[in-house]
Nanobody, 121 residues
């Protein structure tokens, strides 16, 4: 069984501040492909914030480009999201996401449990 566990990093911060989210995959993992962070603001649909491929190619939503940085540590099966210059409109629940192939060679998309980030003005 595979799980994604988000830890630390969330909470309340003032506008202009920074937070760092972490998300670790564990279980019967053969390989991890693209990892990503999504976010869902109150009353809105979940949206993609950033992705990072297994080759470390990154992509960002226009709304976070230049402020957020996604990275991964393959030895730890962990993906990070460094969030700088936070704005009130960044307030959302943040979810990590990963495309994982298990040791019995099944590939599925897995989600973390979600972390609340609140940015005050």
């Amino acid at each position: 069984q595979v799980r994604l566990l988000e830890s630390g990093g969330g909470g309340l911060v003032q506008a202009g501040g920074s937070l760092r989210l972490s998300c670790a995959a564990s279980g019967s993992i053969f390989s991890i492909g693209t990892m990503a962070w999504y976010r869902q603001a109150p009353g809105k649909q979940r949206e993609l914030a950033a992705t990072i491929s297994s080759a470390d190619n990154t992509n960002y939503a226009d709304s976070v480009k230049g402020r957020f940085t996604i990275s991964r540590d393959n030895a730890k099966n962990t993906v990070y999201l460094q969030m700088n210059s936070l704005r009130p409109e960044d307030t959302a629940v943040y979810y990590c996401n990963a495309r994982i192939t298990t040791r019995d060679l099944y590939t599925n998309t897995y989600w973390g449990q979600g972390t609340q980030v609140t940015v005050s003005s």
